[in-house]
């Protein structure tokens, strides 16, 4: 049975426990939500909408304080961290509210024969199921619920199990904001309540951010529903150097690209792929950045055992491992990996923490080789002096984002989302409103 709990990832105490709901109560939650979807999301207007999902955006903004707290406590997320994570969210359900009537307008679509007109329509499509991971309690929710309420679809969310505190922080957020009662439920479901739900005939579409192994089975279960599917899953991104007029300035956008939320986002920097003609240079300075680093716990000491496994895994097939210093229970010292070869399991694996890979590429071909060697295709960085070079190099990387020059450079307007294994569809941007609604052609003759 799945387990709701708040616990100290410093201290390892449990803080709090919450009950998961009962069969009655999931089910409840669904029907309030459809009853929702029926009563306001078909007969709301756009603009009404709009003006809910924009009081959340400031509700977040006033409860900043409150949420980051929570954060803090159920996964160790540092508060200037969090604090950024809820202004992040906030900024992301103000532009749903600023660009909602643009991005739903009908659109005409010109004939090529016939008299009369087309128009597309896009219209909600009921009750959609999110499955929330506890990495970004907040800024994760805000890039499922945020369009689709816009676009008028009620929202059935699961958090992580030991993110009920924020669960129970942002529910209220939704109610305070004016929400109708079903149009944003929180459940505390165990996995398997929520395979019966996606069954659910009421349920119309899952989004899922979350591991490759969840993402798998919600897609299985989905697709023998014939649902809808959004996945956001692992990812292992390379982090490229084959060119540079300030050695230092890219070391130190590659320790960032690495030690972001503790080393513990899917689209992190990973996989350090570096030109041989810098590689030494950029492995002396950055061994000594990342062991610089000071590091709050990881969010939980299973995740630091799991991380550890795949470290010495490496070490024991042949890799050198720079640290400074020793595992304490969820605290895990930031570390890099030389000597990571292709038989070894961690080549091919998402390190979840702050541990990054390094690897030397002979030339550009070979550089972009070792980045598409990998079953994940979230994001990816490419560092180069050359601009020619640099779009070219984009061009061949098998993954939903390239940033070029750059860390930190996402957007509430970006779409946000990979190939591979990394999962399909997108979220964030107009790209984001566009996954669960349904386009509905009226074709007029006369």
């Not at 009563?39 to 903004?61: I, N, Q």
């Not at 805000?142 to 529910?171: D, I, M």
């Not at 798998?216 to 084959?242: C, M, N, Q, Y």
Request: charged letters at 25%; proline letters at 4%.
């Amino acid at each position: 049975m799945t387990q709701y709990a708040v616990t100290d990832p410093r201290t390892g105490e449990r803080i709090s426990d919450v009950p998961t709901d009962s069969d009655e109560q999931v089910l409840a939650a669904v029907a309030a939500a459809h009853e929702a979807y029926t009563s306001w999301g078909r007969t709301s207007s756009v603009a009404d909408r709009t003006k809910l999902v924009r009081r959340v955006a400031e509700l977040h903004s006033e409860r900043r304080e409150e949420l980051a707290a929570a954060m803090n406590r159920e996964m160790g997320k540092a508060m200037d961290d969090a604090l950024g994570e809820v202004d992040f969210s906030a900024a992301i359900y103000g532009y749903y509210a600023d660009h909602g009537e643009e991005f739903l307008a009908d659109e005409e679509i010109p004939l090529l024969e016939g008299e009369g007109r087309a128009v597309v329509r896009r219209r909600p499509l009921g009750v959609i199921l999110g499955i929330m991971p506890w990495n970004y309690p907040a800024y994760q929710v805000a890039r499922f619920a945020g369009p689709n309420l816009t676009a008028g679809n009620s929202v059935v969310l699961k958090h992580a199990p030991q993110c009920p505190e924020s669960a129970a922080l942002l529910s209220r957020i939704f109610a305070d904001a004016g929400f109708p009662e079903g149009a944003y439920v929180n459940v505390y479901a165990s996995n398997e309540q929520i395979e019966e739900l996606i069954g659910d005939p009421r349920i119309q579409g899952v989004s899922l951010t979350g591991s490759e192994r969840a993402g798998s089975a919600v897609a299985a279960t989905a697709g023998r529903h014939l649902k809808k599917v959004v996945l956001e899953l692992g990812g292992s991104d390379p982090f490229i150097v084959l060119g540079s007029d300030d050695l230092d300035a890219t070391v130190d956008a590659a320790v960032a690209a690495r030690m972001e939320n503790t080393g513990q986002a899917c689209n992190a920097g990973k996989r350090f792929i570096v030109h041989d003609s810098l590689h030494d240079e950029f492995v002396a300075k950055f061994t000594a950045k990342m062991l610089g680093q000071e590091t709050g716990p990881l969010s939980s000491q299973l995740a630091a055992d799991r991380l550890d496994a795949q470290v010495q895994g490496a070490v024991a097939a042949g890799a050198h491992l720079e640290t400074n210093g020793e595992r304490n229970g969820a605290f895990y010292p930031s570390g890099v990996l030389t000597g990571v070869t292709e038989e070894s399991d961690a080549f091919h694996q998402e390190l979840f923490g702050p541990v990054a890979m390094v690897f030397r590429a002979t030339d550009e071909a070979d550089a972009v080789r070792i980045a598409n060697d990998t079953p994940y295709g979230l994001g990816s960085y490419v560092y180069t002096n050359d601009p020619e070079q640099a779009a070219r190099v984009a061009d061949q990387i098998d993954a939903g984002m390239v940033f070029v020059n750059g860390v930190g450079a996402e957007g509430v307007e970006l779409p946000f989302g990979g190939v591979k294994r990394s999962g399909f569809g997108r979220e964030l941007g107009r790209f984001g409103i566009e996954e669960f609604v349904n386009k509905k052609l009226i074709r007029t003759v006369t």
